[in-house]
């Protein structure tokens, strides 16, 4: 039994939640006593051999120019053709934004069962039934698939990858990629930032802030840490920063290893895009803040006293090496 894995690539590189997707699929081979490949599309400037160390032994690559930026139709096609090529039985997505985008319409063409943000490996003894977050993070559900062919996307940052010794093998999987119906005319790119949905540091700031002009204490650490820069919705409303900086229900939900929330109090809206985080440490002068329930690390205090100290222990921390 064959699992196909997507592995998702941006500018020819990579994305890092394909790794997990890979490490996820091998472990779903393992279960199934089947084996694990990878399917990328388009062209490629990373070594994917590399991606050996993932659990696959094979990646297929489809790889026509025409195919370097989503089409989330044409991705849809290509993919579901790629399936019968090699024969799969169950296809792995990550859940983020090409993978919520593709997997159902794969499931669609394949007439597969889908399950949609898993968060655990299938149980397989009796059937095949996914865990997968519902209600926002909230509560969890276990869905059976009942069909032959089934696709799994999976929420980032729920599954811990494991490495193993070897490297793959690129094969070009010939599948005659169908003219997209759409026309791009014109791509504006935010530049000089890390990508929210990929970054493994998150530093986000509220209304706690009182404006925009005080902004360069959450620019300082994040700039300090390496991470990307968010925001709760009323700042992304109120202008004071970009709004695709706003996460939550209905922003961009992000999954860092670390969030660290600055005077947010933690609406329900706003955890329910970043309750998926590794680690959340909040900061805030309300004892009383909801956002402490869901923190792992809690600072009481204002952060105007706090973010420039630890701004400051870091870099000195960094500095020792
Ligand atoms: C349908 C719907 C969808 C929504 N979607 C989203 C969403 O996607 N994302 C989102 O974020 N919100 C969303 N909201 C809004 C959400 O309900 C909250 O109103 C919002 O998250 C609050 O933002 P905030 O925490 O920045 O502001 P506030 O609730 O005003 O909280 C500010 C916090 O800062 C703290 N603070 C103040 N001064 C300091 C200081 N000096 N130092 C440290 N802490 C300080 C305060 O104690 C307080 O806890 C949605 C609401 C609705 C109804």
Redesign the pocket.
Same mark, same amino acid.
């Given at each position: 039994m064959k699992v196909l894995v997507f592995i998702d690539q941006a500018e020819g590189h990579v994305k890092k939640s394909s790794y997990e997707a890979l490490s996820y699929g091998a472990n779903v081979a393992t279960l199934v006593g089947g084996e694990a490949v990878g399917v990328i599309l388009g062209e490629v400037k990373d070594d994917l051999t590399s991606l050996g160390k993932y659990g696959v032994k094979t990646i297929h690559q489809v790889q026509s120019s025409s195919l370097n930026n989503v089409d989330a139709q044409v991705y849809a096609k290509t993919i579901a053709d790629a399936v019968s090529a090699v024969g799969a039985s169950i296809v792995v997505f990550s859940h983020n934004q090409t993978g919520k985008a593709v997997a159902a319409r794969v499931a669609a063409r394949l007439k597969a069962g889908l399950v949609a943000g898993a968060v655990a490996l299938p149980k397989v003894s009796n059937g095949f039934t996914v865990k997968k977050s519902v209600f926002s993070g909230k509560a969890f559900a276990n869905v059976s698939i009942t069909s032959a062919l089934k696709v799994i996307s999976l929420n980032p940052n729920s599954f811990n990858i494991q490495l193993v010794e070897g490297t793959a093998t690129v094969q070009p999987l010939a599948i005659e990629v169908t003219a997209s119906k759409v026309t791009v005319k014109a791509v504006n790119k935010v530049t000089g930032e890390i990508p929210l949905t990929e970054a493994d540091i998150v530093v986000s700031?509220? *209304?706690?802030?009182?404006g925009p002009e005080n902004w360069g204490i959450i620019l300082d650490l994040a700039k300090t840490l390496g991470a990307a820069t968010a925001?709760? *919705?009323?700042?992304g409303d109120a202008h004071w920063r970009p709004h695709h900086e706003?996460?939550?229900?209905?922003?961009v939900q992000v999954a860092p290893n670390l969030y660290i929330a600055?005077?947010?109090?933690?609406?329900?809206?706003?955890l329910?895009?970043v309750n998926r985080s590794k680690v959340i440490v909040v900061?805030?002068? #309300?004892p009383e803040?909801p956002?402490f329930k869901a923190a792992d690390y809690g600072i009481v205090? #204002?952060?105007?006293e706090?973010l420039p100290k630890l701004t400051e222990s870091i870099k000195r921390l960094q500095a020792k090496g």
């Open positions: 700031g509220g *209304r706690g802030l009182k925001c709760s *919705r009323p700042v706003h996460v939550g229900q209905t922003g600055v005077g947010i109090s933690g609406a329900i809206q706003h329910a895009g900061i805030n002068k #309300d803040a956002f205090g #204002d952060c105007f706090i």
